[in-house]
């Protein structure tokens, strides 16, 4: 045997041995650690926090993309900001690749019928931003102005959350957003009146949004609002509860909730608590949050 397939034969029993640890409910192994890190990057984790499982299983050899399971309720990640980045593999694929599986992607969200939202749609609002980028934001669902440019918070939420984007230090193309539901939903007696997706609409676009999150493989997400924290996390505690604490979505990609801009532009008073947390992410991807306060 070359030591090319011995090496490839022991990652697949390792893989093996790790999948059956994960099939009977093993969530952590806590004497791994994390290779050391010689860049101030994402995925930061304290040198002594145990690896979730599912990172363990991220790819190695064989370039396989990470298995996207459901996500355990709830499951909060060591919060952990300035502790040494761990660089964890990213991006199997090329940007290229990206950008092509995305536009099928978004060619079939454009003529998708999954649930009654598609009978009133004027576009299906997919996503704005750069595929590339190491940072999600995901909102609820499109309003009137995402529905008729269709893309997604392009209308008085938006222009706050490109504000809070650049106070990170980003460029508005930098970053990637997406909603949990892409067809607006709207109130039936009342048809300028938004509302919350239903959980049947959300499930419907779920595969979609799943999809999407499979390609990009950001180094962190922020969920903006209840809707989507409770979505991505599974948890049934209120966005007041959640915000500020890191979770991982899929038991994998750092996710922080914190406030929906719309919420923002109705109590301002509450940016101070958004900007915390959007430190918490600057500070994860490496970005110097010490100095500046918005
Ligand atoms: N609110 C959202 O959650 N998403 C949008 O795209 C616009 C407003």
């Known amino acids: 045997m070359t030591p090319r397939r011995e090496l490839h034969s022991l990652v697949m029993a390792a893989r093996a041995h790790l999948d059956a640890l994960a099939d009977s ?4 192994l806590p004497g791994v650690l994390p290779p050391p890190a010689p860049v101030a990057a994402s995925r930061a984790r304290a040198p002594s926090a145990p690896v979730p499982l599912a990172e363990a299983l991220a790819p190695v050899a064989n370039n396989r993309a990470p298995s996207f399971e459901p ?5 909060v990640l060591a919060p952990s900001p300035r502790a040494p980045a761990a660089p964890v593999p990213r991006a199997v694929l090329s940007g290229e690749e990206r950008r092509k599986r995305l536009s099928v992607l978004a060619e079939e969200v454009a003529s998708c019928t999954r ?3 598609h009978a009133t749609r004027t576009k299906t609002a997919f996503a704005r931003g750069n595929p590339d980028a190491e940072l999600v934001f995901v909102g609820e669902g499109p309003g009137t102005e995402e529905d008729r440019q269709g893309e997604p918070f392009v209308g008085p939420a938006g222009q706050l959350l490109d504000k809070m984007i650049v106070a990170m230090g980003f460029g508005r193309d930098d970053v990637y957003i997406l909603n949990v539901v892409k067809c607006r939903p709207f109130e039936p007696d009342d048809a300028t009146k938004d509302r919350k997706p239903t959980p049947e609409e959300m499930a419907a676009c779920r595969p979609f949004f ?3 999150l499979e390609v990009l493989d950001p180094k962190a997400m922020v969920a903006l609002g209840g809707t989507a924290a409770q979505a991505l996390t599974g948890a049934a505690a209120g966005i007041t509860r959640l915000r500020g604490t890191w979770r991982l979505f899929k038991g ?3 996710l922080m909730p914190t406030f929906h801009p719309a919420y923002l532009l109705r109590s301002p008073e ?5 900007w915390d947390d959007l430190k918490q992410v600057m500070q994860r991807l490496g970005k110097d949050s010490s100095t500046k306060e918005r």
């Open 25 to 28: 409910g093993v969530e952590h």
């Open 71 to 75: 996500p355990p309720p709830g499951e």
């Open 115 to 117: 649930c009654p939202l």
């Open 210 to 212: 799943d999809r999407q």
């Open 252 to 254: 994998r990609i750092p």
């Open 270 to 274: 509450k940016k101070r608590e958004v």
